[in-house]
């Protein structure tokens, strides 16, 4: 993946995030900025998405760790445990909001 590509998938998937805050039905703030998305819960806490484009990942980092996911056939990929994006972010989401919220690509 050359760096036009990369840019063009990493602004793919935050933008798809954002839709899919705006579509869960749950009260989640989130902001966009240059490469770098933060939700933020009623709780105060955090989760901020961030594209790095040096190494072509995305970070997420959650209240409780973090994860640096990378693309590879077709999906964003967790390098440390192997797990999809989508599921993920369901999951530290669902975490931090303290209800079950499933996100998913429209």
Known sequence: MN?????????????AVEEAIENCGCDIDY????GLLTLTFKNASKIIINKQAPLHEI?????FNGHHFQFENEQWVDKRGGGELWLFLSEAVSKQAEENIVLSEQ
């Open 3 to 15: 760096d036009s590509q990369y840019n063009i998938a990493a602004d793919d998937i935050l933008l």
């Open 31 to 34: 902001e966009g900025v240059g």
């Open 59 to 63: 970070w997420v980092a959650t209240k």
